[in-house]
């Protein structure tokens, strides 16, 4: 008998929890490409589908997001409505936990396929006038940043904070070097502006030609400027 209470006990239990819907995470996404403009799909927020579109020039306007952290991008506006087990996504990733920005980096291959890369972005990850990089390129790569240098990994990202950043516009000195067998090339060298109320995202990618290896996309937002997720 007790058996039987416990058997049923246990199935009521297995049931109740498939019928909960997964935790809703809300954050705000700001998308961004390389290697190609990402159009013409689409992404669920709450009960909305919405368009998603993410470029290579520059982020887009920042996507509020409420949903499952699964997050699914499909070809049409329909394939959130189709019943299961539906079309396959287009991409999908999990998004961090417990994260109120998400910078969202899309990567196009030359097969059409898409894939989707989530960092936290949120303010304790950075502030107005750091500087975020992030090595997508084969191999190490040694950076000069104003007074400061070091070497990011591939597949790494480090962070960079000065107080003077902060409160100055000024020039800030940038160099890039590759590096093989312990030995440093410079690749790249510039003086760029520096705006301290922007948060910047450098990317380093593979470079198409022999004469630079490393190529530069460099974004920023503005921290300042963000309203609460949802408004």
């Known amino acids: 008998m007790h058996l039987r209470i416990i058997g049923l006990f246990l199935a009521f239990v297995s049931f109740a929890l498939a019928q909960t819907p997964p935790p809703v995470i809300k954050t705000r996404l700001l998308p961004v490409s390389i290697g190609g403009n990402v159009e013409n799909l689409f992404f669920k927020t709450g009960e909305k589908v919405l368009p998603f579109e993410a470029y290579q020039l520059g982020f887009g306007p920042p996507l509020d997001y ?28 999990d998004l961090p936990p417990g994260a109120d920005k998400v910078l969202l980096l899309c990567i196009p291959n030359q097969e059409g396929k898409l894939r989707l890369v989530t960092y936290d972005i949120s303010g304790k990850q950075a502030q107005a006038g750091d500087y975020r990089i992030f090595n997508l390129s084969p191999g190490a790569v040694s950076v000069i940043l104003g007074d400061k240098t070091f070497v990011v990994e591939p597949a790494q990202d480090k962070t960079l904070s000065d107080p003077d950043w ?23 060298s510039s003086m760029w502006g520096h705006q301290p109320g922007r948060r910047n995202f450098i990317f380093l990618i593979n470079g198409r030609t022999a004469t630079m290896p490393i190529e530069i996309l460099r974004f920023y937002d503005v921290p300042s400027a963000d309203l609460p997720v949802g408004n």
């Open 66 to 93: 409420a949903g499952p952290r699964r997050f699914i991008l499909h070809s049409s506006e329909t394939a959130f409505s189709a019943r299961p087990p539906g079309p396959a996504p287009v991409a999908s990733v």
């Open 166 to 188: 902060r409160t100055e516009v000024r020039d800030i000195n940038f160099q890039l070097a590759t590096v093989t067998n312990g030995e440093a090339n410079k690749v790249y």
